[in-house]
């Protein structure tokens, strides 16, 4: 009883509180945990703000959130929950319906499997090095040596899966790879291998030959590498369409459909989507 009494005087005693309430305290404990805490803390607190300032000051790529795209509210995707930016991913592709992607950059295959998963009529293409005597002979900027070239296991997350036979393993440098096999039917290229900008230009006038007439590129890490945020704000001034950056994640894209609510292109009605869909 004396529990249930305290509770409801606490719901009638009402305390307002405002950001410049909080303001002293955060600029307190943030002042004490710059001077205390770990390095690696402290450059996680500068990289987060980099990241920001990248994002504000883009002079040509488009910042929109994700509720932007038009139709992205209904879409289901399945999937770990910590690999937030490949959910978006597999969202836009269920969205758009597609059912030819190519991936630049397979690793383990986490996203190509992932995608043949959640859009079960695609067939995925994945392209990586040959093998890791690959890693010496690239063409061109190779980056993230640490992460990706010490252990070689391309392809082990779909490998006897269900997915397994709409996936389709291809090797080669992306800088080197004839793909005229796909020209000018893929619906969806997402470009996620060598993070440099050479690397980035190279795979994407690759992947633009190989867009469908309704195709979409995704770009990963747009807003953590600086040779890919360099090279999507130069190309995005030169094409037909814009470059859109989804806030709160690390992508950007260019799709040859109209997707995104109050941007040039964009038809309130959808027809062009409806026109373009399949059965
Ligand atoms: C970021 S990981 C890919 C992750 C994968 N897309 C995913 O989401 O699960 C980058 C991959 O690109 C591959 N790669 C890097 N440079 C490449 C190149 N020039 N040609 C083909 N693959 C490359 C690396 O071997 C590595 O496996």
Redesign the pocket.
Known sequence: MERIARSDAATHSIRRVQNWNILPGVIAGATRRSLAAPRHVRSALLKSIWIELKRFGAPNVRNIQLTDIDGIGDVRVEGPVLRHC?LVLCGLGALLDCRTIF??????????WLLAHNLPRARVY????AGPEAVQS???E?T?ADE??RIWD?GARFRDTAEANRITQVF????T?DFSPYAGVMDLV?V????SYS?VRSDTEAAFTMLSAAGTIVW?DYTHYPGIYSYLNELASALDRPIFHIVGTRLAFYSRRDLVRGHAGFRADNRALEGLSRD
Do not use: V
């Open positions: 490949p991936e630049f950059g397979t690793n383990r295959g986490d996203t190509a994945t392209l990586d090095l690239a063409e061109l190779l993230d990706y070239f391309r080669g440098d992306s800088a790879f997402y996620d291998a060598s993070h690397y990963d």
